[in-house]
Nanobody, 123 residues
Framework: QVQLVESGGGLVQAGASLKLSCAFS????????MAWFRQAPGKEREFVAG???????TSADSVKGRFTISRDNEKNTVYLQMDNLRPEDTAVYYC?????????????????WGRGTQATVSS
């Protein structure tokens, strides 16, 4: 059974950086598309960034130029580097995985989920 464990969240000031990690186990990591979603209080879960098993990636317009997704197939880990953070980036960040070749943009298309890590950005 695939398991995903996020880490790296925290409390930072606006303009600072955080790097989230998601450790994958229980399957063949290189066969999965990986993604990050986030959910703020009172809002729906939204797509942040995704990376295909071959390495191609995409990100939401709201984070383009500030967030970078990457993966290390040797370490079975996907990362989200978040720079120039804003208060509106405050949310619980979730890692998701699906054994597909493309990057699904909606949460209902992902088979596996982590429990999330909180990132809070103060103004």
């Amino acid at each position: 059974q695939v398991q995903l464990v996020e880490s790296g969240g925290g409390l930072v000031q606006a303009g600072a950086s955080l790097k989230l990690s998601c450790a994958f186990s229980g399957g063949t990591f290189s066969a999965y598309t990986m993604a990050w979603f986030r959910q703020a209080p009172g809002k729906e879960r939204e797509f942040v960034a995704g990376i295909r098993r071959g390495g191609g990636s995409t990100s939401a317009d709201s984070v383009k130029g500030r967030f970078t997704i990457s993966r290390d197939n040797e370490k079975n880990t996907v990362y989200l580097q978040m720079d120039n953070l804003r208060p509106e980036d405050t949310a619980v960040y979730y890692c998701a995985a699906d054994p597909t070749w493309f990057i699904p943009p909606t949460s209902d298309q992902y088979m596996y989920w982590g429990r999330g890590t909180q990132a809070t950005v103060s103004s």
